[in-house]
């Protein structure tokens, strides 16, 4: 058994898996999934676990060098925004809520959390670590 690290294997084969601009999504528990698309499932109860818990394990494991919020976010969920922006600097791209759902057409995987704010998502986009 793994001593220590990211311990959900599903999340740790994507994350292995990933390289230079590839994209993965943090999600509330209500970001609907595109067909076709891998869902990784953690949400056990609303709120649980929550999206900065499970953001904060990722950015452990991955390098990120862009991230794409909701522009929502801003209006509706400003404090997790704020939350987000102390955890990662890196630079931010801003979409409507309608184009965030598209672009999750083309990431990598969804991670579902239990996570039950609004505007709860994140795009985030790998780097290379040299």
């Not at 990211?6 to 230079?20: A, G, P, Q």
């Not at 953690?42 to 990722?58: H, K, N, Q, R, Y």
């Amino acid at each position: 058994m793994k001593k220590h690290g990211l311990l959900n294997s599903e999340i740790s084969k994507v994350v292995d898996d990933l390289r230079h601009t590839d994209q993965i999504i943090i999600a509330d528990c209500g970001l609907p999934i595109p067909n076709g698309v891998k869902e990784i499932d953690i949400s056990l109860v609303l709120g649980t676990p929550d999206f900065i818990s499970v953001l904060e394990v990722i950015l452990s494991e991955v390098v990120i060098e862009e991230l794409v919020l909701a522009d929502e976010i801003l209006e509706y969920n400003y404090e997790l925004y704020q939350k987000i922006k102390d955890l990662i600097k890196v630079p931010t791209s801003f979409v409507s809520h309608r184009k965030f759902k598209e672009k999750s057409h083309h990431v990598k995987a969804i991670i579902r959390t239990g996570e039950a704010s609004p505007y709860a998502n994140i795009i985030l986009q790998s780097a290379v670590c040299f």
